[in-house]
């Protein structure tokens, strides 16, 4: 510590004198001055000039002791606060008490300083002021920590606030709106801007904005007019707040006209008076969908702190709008339930018969106003009868019976009289559904005035009988057609295998009759005939599985080998009839489940279609493909397998492909049309589906139908 050199007592008290440029002796020095560690003490005389300089003051000042002793200390001072130093010296100096104030000074190279100074008198032993003792602190630090814990709290209360207006806030708009504000009036912030994505013009649009009223609002929103901030590559995506949605994470910029990126909006900016900026994205679902925005006049204004506090404000923002778009579905599930409802009474009410629900114990939940007008009660009365009280004694037992049928097994019938309050009776027709109704078994059911049917019930059973009658004929006639085509199939694959037997029989007998007789080579014939009688064997086998009056087995099945069993039924009629068979069956395609016999039924069905449609052909060749492929289209996992039919034959209208399948609807001179409707019968049985469409290439028809495969570990 740099001091001013004290003479000997003998010397007498040495006061300085005005206009000496540094004084001789100070007797008097405040003993706080002494003791205070880490400050800077300074003494300065009369005229201001400094007198002692510590190493306190050398550290806090940047400047040596020995450049400042005899220096005015007003080098210490900016020039535009002396006069306010020179008002508060000359006090200290009038002989005024000690007082301490905040300034600013600077330091050696040309920083400011914020200093705590406690200023006090200099006496001598005779009481006289010879100078003034300073007490310099460096509370720059305590300030800046104090300024951003001001800051820290004005943001946290805009946080409590945004919070409580996400709350309160029941839509968009009016949440960013309010947002803005709070972030402005008591975050601190001098403007700040919502801008939502619009994907068609990959562009962030102000949806809300505000700033400090007396210009800050002015200049936001002549900044908005003038930029233009995309989401895409240009240029003006690249800023703080398009790189905060293109990268989906924060980002701070806290010196806007040195950020490369925006040059731009360097005018705007320049213009707005802007130095900082905050960038953080609103996410909706996880994603971004927009930026909130916020600015500084200050560089280097956001921090750590403030930094966390607005990804806080930007991740509520982003629950709100989650919430939002939760509450916006409920109350569109809630309209949906009420337009339902409303749908729902109204259907109730306009059925043309009575329509009713209650309980298991019958109590009665709902009914429809024919309920009322045909049973002549009241809601009121209604609402604590029992079904059983609106059917004649004679015949409650065997509607309660159909009661209990609806609880056990789900659904019931019954037919009875409608006992009317005035003791009316009236045939109805009763439908009863098991339903859970909030958790409660209920009967749903509705009732249809059957008197009219009633009335002509004989004549139209009488028809029903002729309908059925005519049916099974029908039905009959189709199975005995199909039965020829199994036959003369079979009498042409039974006959190769018997003139097998035949021709090695005779061979045989040949062989054994040669001198010497040759025993290998009869043998052998021996051998084929065994083998050609198992194969007549197998085909009667098959004849009678395609015959038998047998029940539907669900068993595990290779389409390929059932198409190939087919085609060798079929071979005699492709031979007569001149066809072309061409099959491209996939490798490795995944087994079914089913029933050998219905499948084999509808194959066979298709085929001998196929090569009828054909005859009547003579101006190009007979043709016909059979195709089977996977079918990753069918909805059933783990996919399905699908089987192809095509013909070269006299094909069909495209307006009739839906009919085809209707029974009794043929294209064929004496046909039944019961083949068909049969076989999509059997394929949906099995889960499945049949289709039919022109054949274009080969001007004839396309019948295809697909089945799901079996699943992995099905026996």
């Not at 006209?257 to 900082?276: D, F, H, K």
């Not at 009868?385 to 019938?413: C, N, W, Y």
């Not at 087994?591 to 509808?602: P, S």
Request: with cysteine; hydrophobic share 45%; net charge negative.
């Amino acid at each position: 510590m740099a001091h001013s050199s004290e003479r000997p007592a003998s010397e007498g008290p040495g006061l300085p004198q005005l206009g000496r440029t540094v004084p001789d002796r100070i007797d008097t020095v405040p003993a706080v001055a002494i003791a205070a560690p880490n400050n800077a003490v300074i003494t300065r005389d009369l005229h201001g000039r400094i007198t002692s300089w510590n190493a306190d003051a050398e550290r806090i000042f940047g400047y040596p002791a020995g450049a400042m002793i005899g220096v005015s200390g007003f080098r210490l001072f900016p020039a535009g606060r002396r006069k306010e130093e020179e008002a508060i010296l000359a006090r200290i100096l009038a002989g005024a008490p000690a007082e301490t104030i905040e300034t600013t000074q600077q330091t050696s190279d040309g920083r400011s300083l914020q200093v705590s100074a406690q200023l006090a008198p200099i006496r001598d032993r005779n009481g006289q002021v010879i100078g003034i003792s300073i007490i310099a602190r460096d509370i720059t630090e305590i300030r800046s920590r104090e300024r951003e814990i001001a800051r820290l709290s004005r943001l946290y209360a805009a946080l409590s606030e945004i919070n409580q207006a996400i709350v309160k806030t029941a839509s968009r708009p009016q949440l960013f709106e309010r947002i803005c504000r709070l972030l402005v009036d008591q975050g601190g912030f001098v403007a700040a801007w919502i801008g939502w994505h619009d994907p068609a013009a990959h562009r962030l649009v102000p949806s809300a904005y505000y700033g400090l009223p007396g210009g800050s609002q002015e200049r936001i929103t002549r900044y908005l007019e003038q930029v233009a901030i995309y989401t895409d590559d240009r240029a003006e995506a690249r800023g703080p707040t398009g790189t905060a949605f293109r990268t989906d994470r924060p980002l701070i910029c806290n010196d806007l006209l040195a950020e490369p990126s925006t040059a731009p909006w360097r005018a705007a900016i320049l213009a707005s008076g802007w130095r900082a900026s905050a960038a953080l994205p609103i996410r909706v679902a996880g994603t971004a969908q927009g930026v909130l925005t916020v600015y500084a006049q200050e560089v280097g204004f956001f921090r750590d702190k403030e930094e966390i506090l607005l990804r806080e404000a930007a991740s509520d923002i982003s629950f709100a709008l989650d919430h939002f778009a939760i509450e916006t579905h409920r109350l569109v599930a809630e309209q949906a339930v009420q337009n339902e409802r409303n749908f729902s009474a109204a259907l109730i009410d306009s059925l043309p018969g009575v329509f009713y629900a209650y309980e298991e114990s019958g109590k009665f939940l709902r009914w429809n106003r024919n309920f009322e007008q045909v049973s002549g009660f009241s809601g009121e009365e209604i609402s604590v009868m029992h079904p059983a009280d609106f059917f004649d004694p004679s015949e409650r037992k065997a509607v309660l019976d159909r009661i209990t049928d609806v609880f056990q097994l789900g659904f019931a019938t019954v037919e009875a009289n409608f006992r009317a309050k005035d003791g009316t009776l009236t045939p109805y027709y009763f439908t009863g559904t098991r339903a859970d109704i909030a958790g409660r078994r209920c009967l749903v059911g509705v009732g249809i005035d059957i008197t009219a049917r009633k009335q002509s019930e004989q004549a139209r059973q009488a028809a029903e009988d002729a309908s059925r009658a005519a049916q099974a004929e029908l039905a009959r006639m189709a199975r005995i057609s199909l039965l020829g085509e199994f036959a003369a199939s079979v009498a042409h694959e039974i006959n190769q295998p018997l003139a097998a037997i035949a021709t090695n029989g005779a061979a045989a007998t040949r062989w054994l009759a040669a001198v010497p007789p040759h025993g290998d080579k009869a043998r052998d014939c021996i051998t084929r005939i065994e083998w050609e009688a198992h194969r007549a064997s197998d085909i009667i086998q098959r004849m009678r599985g395609f015959v038998t009056r047998a029940a539907p087995a669900d068993t595990r099945l290779d389409l390929n080998q059932m198409v190939g069993e087919i085609v060798e039924f079929v071979e005699h009629d492709l031979r007569n009839d001149t066809v072309t068979l061409h099959t491209d069956l996939a490798p490795d395609l995944p087994a079914i489940r089913g029933d050998r016999i219905q499948l084999q039924q509808v194959l066979l069905n298709l085929v001998i279609n196929a090569i009828e449609a054909m005859r009547p052909v003579t101006d190009r060749p007979r043709v016909m493909r059979i195709a089977t492929a996977q079918d990753p289209s069918c909805p059933v996992p783990p996919g399905g397998v699908r089987v192809l039919i095509e013909d070269s034959g006299t094909g069909f209208d495209a307006a009739a492909a839906e009919q085809l399948f209707g029974r009794f609807f043929t294209t064929k001179l004496g046909g039944t049309g019961l083949g068909l409707a049969i076989a999509r019968s059997i394929i949906e049985h099995h889960g499945g589906r049949i289709w039919a469409e022109p054949a274009p290439a080969l001007r004839g028809a396309i019948f295809q139908f697909s089945l799901p495969a079996a699943t992995e570990g099905s026996a």
